[in-house]
């Protein structure tokens, strides 16, 4: 049994979900659908789920929101009639959205939960009254009814563990299941919604719940490339990527498949694969537990986000002092800062944080490392952008880190640091955010000429 899950693009507009519908009633196997809310039909377009938000801004303010309500009725509304689906769903999902406001008026985040969970759900609820009205047996069941039971915290649910018994009677039922993606209920009976992005989570908790062979994740890109390919011309498509390495990668940015979606997968080691609803022919990548280690292609993938900040203390003799990275550390945690990287030497230890979760607070945060721990040097520097180099057994490898740092060294980009930590897959490079594109372009040039050479040496 697969699951399958179709993202916004792909359920965007009624030949769009032709699409859909063709992919999933051309494999019996594809049993358990999860959809997104309409996204974007072209660049300049809107998501549904942001109309939503819209309407709750509108709504929660009080002030006259009937023009967003519209908004998103017309968004259905043209798929409903490019369909040729009767229109009386239209004044069901109206009377949703007017109940949802009244009945949450006075508590803001639930009123969003409740008003964004409905892109996804209207969409559910049409998709599946359109496949059965072709004679395709299709039932919609809502997160409630599939036992997708979360934590009572409005836009971050966690799955609770006791629901993936019950998801698993989902296969009891005949014919094909449209489940919305995005949220699940609280056992107090409210809905709650998973992060931005979150209909790939739902995926993934019920093909855990399932126990599927196959959790397929539709989108718009046959893959997921090795590097940005706005960034790359022509970039690579990854055949096979590892949890751990995709973990790296969208660490550092990658967002084809939301980060939280790897750990119901991960547990039960179903294996995902990224395809393309327009050109469902093509292979795809998959990510999977483990893969073979290919020695020509060293590095699977190179991402880098900017927005990092760097906290530099010196210290002589700090490696003989008991407990002085403790003490920066608790000065963080008083402020309520979590670091992401601490790369160190035996006078010096450098904390990289992102920027956001430092910003507003810097000067009180150094006075007080300064104060606690009777520094040599202390520096700040909020010029920091992270890349990752990825790749399974690299370090295993002789001349990986001589062909990444020859690549950079030619760009003529500076290294802040380099942070290889206990991860035998990936190198964190710090640089400047100035050379972030440039020495992503260096790494997956050297990256290739390494494996041409390779290539010609067998
Ligand atoms: N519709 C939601 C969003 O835009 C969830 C999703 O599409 O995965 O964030």
Do not use: W
């Amino acid at each position: 049994m697969k699951v399958a899950k179709f993202g916004g693009s792909s359920v965007a507009s009624a030949s769009q979900i032709q699409k859909v519908l063709n992919i999933i009633n051309s494999d019996d196997e594809r049993k358990i659908i999860v959809v997104s809310a309409p996204g974007k039909r072209h660049s300049e377009d809107i998501k549904t789920t942001d109309l939503l938000l819209r309407l709750y801004e509108k709504s929660v303010a009080k002030l006259d929101y009937q023009n967003k309500k519209e908004e998103i009725i017309e968004r259905y509304a043209d798929i409903i009639r490019d369909l040729n689906m009767d229109e009386n769903i239209l004044t069901e999902f109206d009377d949703i959205l007017e109940q949802r406001i009244k009945a949450n008026q006075s508590n803001p985040p639930r009123l969003k939960d409740a008003l964004l969970s409905c892109g996804e759900d209207f969409n559910a609820r049409l998709i599946a009254q359109y496949n059965n009205a072709q004679g395709v047996p299709t039932t919609y069941v809502s997160p409630l009814d599939a036992g997708i039971t979360v934590t009572n915290t409005p836009q971050f649910a966690q799955i609770l563990e006791e629901s993936y018994d019950k998801i698993y009677n989902l296969r009891k039922i005949e014919g094909k299941i449209i489940v919305p993606g995005f949220f699940g209920y609280s056992k107090q009976g409210n809905v709650v919604t998973f992060p931005r992005g979150g209909s790939d989570i739902t995926g993934a908790i019920l093909a855990r719940g399932v126990r599927a062979t196959l959790y397929e994740n539709f989108t718009d890109v046959s893959g997921i490339y090795r590097a940005n390919p706005n960034l790359i011309k022509n970039a690579e498509i990854m055949e096979e990527v590892t949890y751990s390495e995709m973990r790296e990668l969208s660490y550092a940015g990658f967002s084809v498949f939301h980060d939280e979606a790897l750990q119901p997968v991960q547990k039960e080691r179903i294996p995902v694969v990224i395809k393309n609803t327009n050109r469902p022919e093509d292979p795809g990548t998959f990510i999977r537990y483990d893969r073979e280690i290919k020695p020509d292609h060293l590095i699977t993938g190179i991402s880098c986000d900017k927005g990092f900040t760097v906290i530099n203390v010196r210290k002589y003799l700090m490696n003989r002092q008991v407990g002085f990275t403790r003490k920066i550390l608790s000065v963080l945690e008083d402020y309520n800062i979590s670091f992401d990287h601490m790369p160190s030497g035996i006078d010096n230890v450098s904390i990289i944080m992102r920027t956001h979760q430092i910003r507003g607070k810097e000067t009180k945060v150094l006075n007080e490392i300064r104060k606690q721990c009777d520094v040599d040097e202390l520096g700040i520097d909020n010029d920091l952008a992270v890349m990752m180099v990825v790749g399974l057994g690299m370090n295993q490898m002789v001349g990986t880190a001589n062909m990444i740092t020859s690549a950079l060294a030619k760009a003529n980009i500076n290294l802040k640091m380099i942070n290889q930590g206990a991860s035998e897959i990936s190198m964190m490079f710090g640089i400047s955010v100035k050379d972030a594109d440039d020495a992503v372009r260096a790494v997956y040039d050297g990256s290739c000429a390494h494996a041409k050479e390779n290539l010609q040496l067998k």
